[in-house]
């Protein structure tokens, strides 16, 4: 029977483990349909607890035997584990059991499951509990031996191979981790293998292991792992601890990848790549994503959580992290304004909902629900702020010390913030803020000049508003960098940061010659929301001399933003001013060409919605759509000539090469064709298309030419070509839906869910296409709710199959509420839809609860 109202899990009742667990040994007999999985587990009663009973986890296990210290047991498994009355165990004891599980039929891609043959598995956060019994929590850590039989040729596990033979292998991991790290792969594969030497002389195997055929797409996957094991021995101090590190490529994953102590599993996409396969974009989340998972190693698993509301513990950091390491790879103020846009289309989008959480959430229902923006992206962001207030050498001294202390163990925020309140005497105990405050801190900004004295008033002002649970919010610590420029663009105030603690903080400076402009939250010191009305030609001067280069692009985003909200409003067009000053960067040679390809491109239709409520308006989607189209056209007619030469002279002559200095022309390129197209009808697109030898620019002609109505031929020749390939075909699904015209994009997305190739629970394929739709702002939000229909038929079918993935998609409804009645109408009924299905998820059943509040 179903619990009517199920009760949250709070971080308030944490307590600690009853029971440690000092070593644990494994055997998988693998097959499909009845894997045997037998567990000898050691037991010893925790000194820090209290008494209690000991629970062990286990989902959909069949229990074949179960015995302690040799005695079976009289307990019985319930729905979801077996409890073993306290008072009734030993202080140190033998746990033995065997299960079995049924990896074929585990479509939810979580536990021990199968991908194209192959067993593989994902247990965070909590999937270990369905391979087998255990106190699957991550403060339980304990060294792990696996035995893996089966006539598959490539066995894996955890740690270091430690013996072989003929149908069977052993893997013994001495780094003791909580279950949600353990990793088993079996199957047909092929390494792309190097090596490794670390800092202080151990020879580590590296190996990526793909299906046969594949082995020709890894080298850039090895290539990031290497660069980013020499990177954490150089940035972090931090060397690799194990003589083997494996990555393995799964088809069927429901996330990016995942950090398994020595045995990381990915995501396909992000693993497989060459120039004709992967674009620029894929080669640059590999490099990311693999150096994510490889940094995990310390940040994660070395040093763990202690409960899942920690979870931003390991992944901010984590992501601040990768997010350095490629600054370091790449352009740095390419990455930072990148990692902006990332933020605010997803993370500020959560806060402006009713999906808002904090980065520490206090209560759940289910934890896969929180692996979100919020989280990871604020969780980074929470780092970088940190870094900002207590300088370089305080960051290093706190994250050594943080190593040193906590090595081993499973930690809390308060733990890491406890590192740097000691090695740099700061009290952090309002910044701890940051972690508990749901919502995106507004942050107003007033000037005052005296041309009398030369005294120029710089007042902040600071106000989060209300979020889920949270009507009320107390001041947070913003840095807040900040620099002058003078009257000629000449800087008269390097940056410095100002830290604002109070509601309202000013900076005044005396005996200015003239009025100074200020250039505020350069680098994006803090991820906030600055208010502060000045004049279009005062965004101009910023946009043309800002030293910061980020403040400089901001500028000039912030410069459209307006147009394109005035444009919504009263059908306005931009004026020449800010074309011109596009133009202006658009041929500045001394710019890099990556950074004037982010300068073209136009802020996207939902942030530009993002805007609009900020601004306390109803967001209409298709004005917005025509606004911005028409935006395009005016920048495409306005600057034809320079986007012409712009096209010619980013060619990259020679063979394809991943880099940032070619990704960077290529950015530029191609953004110059989107605009081309839409002044030549795409001839330039179409030729280009022809005669593409990169995914990157044969991705970019297609794109071009679809969001001008034209490329119904190359639509089919693309998929004739690439028909026998997964991640090609995504792309071709993805992108047809994503670039359709309003009027049609529900219509082809419904049409593609028809096709042959739709392997619906495959999930970058369902993601392809349904996800893709709620990319499409204008299609998706299209009158008379269709396809908010289509989503929700959609969401309630994979629920039952894969209730992670339907829940992390159903987030397209979570702007429900910026709507007009008939819109706000339809998202509901369709929520009320998806909750109203007997039996669903536990995932989808908080998710849409709380999305209807
Ligand atoms: N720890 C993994 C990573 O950030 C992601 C795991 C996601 N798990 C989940 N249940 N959504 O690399
Ligand atoms: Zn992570």
Redesign the pocket.
Known sequence: MKDATPQPIRLADYTPPPFLVEGVALTFRLAPRATRVTSRIRFRRNPDAQAQDLRLDGEGLRLISATIDGVPITAQPDATGLTLPGGDLPDAFDWAAEVEIAPEENTALEGLYMSNGMYCTQC??EGFRKITFYPDRPDVMAPFTVRVESELPVLLSNGNPSAQGDGWAEWDDPWPKPAYLFALVAGDLVAHSDAFATASGRAVALNVWVRPGDEGRCAYAMDSLKRSMRWDEEAYGREYDLDVFNIVAVDDF??????NKGLNVFNSKYVLASSETATDADFDNIERIVA??YF?NWT?NRITCRDWFQLCLK?GL?VFRDQQFSADMRSAAVKRIEDVLSLRARQFREDQGPLAHPVRPDSYHEI?NF?TATVYEKGAEIIRMLRTLVGEDGYDAGVRLYFDRHDGQACTIEDWLAVFAEATGRDLSQFARWYAQAGTPRLRVTEDWDEGTGRFTLTLEQSTPPTPGQPDKAPQVIPVAVGLLGPAGDEIMATRVIEMTDTRHSLTIEGMPARPVPSILRGFSAPVVVEHAVTPERRAFLMAHDTDPFSRWEAGRGLAREILVAMVRDGAAPGPDYLDALAVTLSDERLDPAFRALCLRAPSEDDIAQALVDAGETPDPMAIHTARERFQRAIAAHMDDGLARAFIAMETPGPYSPDARDAGRRALRLAALAYLSRNDGGDRAARLFAGADNMTEQMGALGALLQVGAGQSEVARFHRQWAHDRLVVDKWFAVQVALAAPESAVETARSLTRHPDFDWKNPNRFRSVLGALATNAAGFHAPGGAGYALLADWLIQLDPVNP?TAARLSTAFETWRRYDPARQGAMRAALERIRATPDLSRDLSEMTARMLG
């Open positions: 965070e956060a429901n996330m990016g990848a995942m950090e994510h998972e995990h994660g992944e984590t896969n692996y992670q």
